[in-house]
């Protein structure tokens, strides 16, 4: 029982980060169901079941931050759509592949994603005259396609819904604005999520009784931090997602790089 409620706190955390920043929740929770429990002494997850329970922790973390973020017209339908359909067979493809690799080389994709996502963060981005609402907002729809797919199938390997990595090249090379990037990603994680979602249950990777604990988390997670998003201004928001994603790619590197780490 206490290893099932540190399950759903940590997801509630998860979800939060989620709803905050856009991301799926996979580049804290990853982290943290791999190290918490074991620190806590309440039980332990390897890496291939880590990553299947957080691929269904992303896709409910997202979805409800979808219907938070939608209130607020800060959901590009369209985008979602071709950018969620790209990254839904990227992140297949990925899911699948992901049975055959070992646990370190699962890590070192996790890691090399995530320094990726803090190199973009560093881009400049002009701000000024970029629209509030979704449905005022242009896009090039074969570059968010290439961005999706790509980030799809990096993500459907390490069981991320990639969201961590999508956001900043959303931001940048396709130019949408932080807050209805925000939304939609989330929307353009759930639809992904489904199909790594998917791939992981017909591998026989999701444990029923993990998973159940993550949903319960996730939900409430997402509306919070949605809740606080509205708050923050889109400086405020790079600078959670910068901290986000530099403690993630630290404690990864540090199980990478150095003897024991993990």
């Known amino acids: 029982m206490t ?9 509630l955390a998860g979800a939060f980060v989620s709803g905050l920043v856009g991301v799926g929740g996979a580049i804290v929770m990853i982290p ?36 938070a973020h939608g209130r607020r017209r800060a959901v590009r339908r369209d985008l979602a759509a071709v950018g969620g359909l790209a990254m839904a067979s990227g992140s297949l493809t990925g899911a699948i592949l992901s049975h055959f690799a070992d646990d370190r080389t699962l890590l070192f994709v996790f890691g ?18 970029q629209p509030i609402f979704a449905e005022r907002v242009e896009f090039n729809r074969p570059r968010a396609v290439l961005v999706c797919g790509c980030v799809g199938l990096a993500a459907g ?56 604990a993550v949903v319960l988390g996730a939900v409430p997670g997402a509306q919070i931090g949605a809740l606080v998003s509205r708050r923050l201004s889109g400086s405020g928001l790079r600078r959670v997602l910068f901290v986000v994603t530099l403690g993630s790619a630290v404690r990864v590197w540090w199980d990478l790089l150095v003897p024991g780490g993990h």
Do not use: N, W
């Open 32 to 67: 943290l169901l791999l190290y918490v429990p074991p620190l806590l002494d309440v039980g332990r997850l390897d890496v291939k079941t880590v990553t299947a329970v957080t691929m269904v922790q992303v896709f409910v973390a997202a979805a409800s931050g979808v219907v």
């Open 157 to 212: 390997l390490v069981g991320a819904g990639g969201a961590f990595l999508l956001v900043p090249l959303l931001m940048v090379v396709v130019g949408v604005p932080i807050r209805v990037t925000i939304g939609s990603s989330l929307a353009i994680t759930a639809l992904a999520a489904t199909a790594g979602v998917f791939g992981k249950v017909v591998t026989g990777q999701v444990p029923l009784v993990p998973t159940l």
């Open 3 to 11: 290893f099932l409620l540190t399950l759903v706190v940590l997801s």
């Open 112 to 129: 090399l994603m995530t320094l990726g996502a803090l190199a973009l963060l560093f881009v400049p981005i002009e701000t000024a005259g």
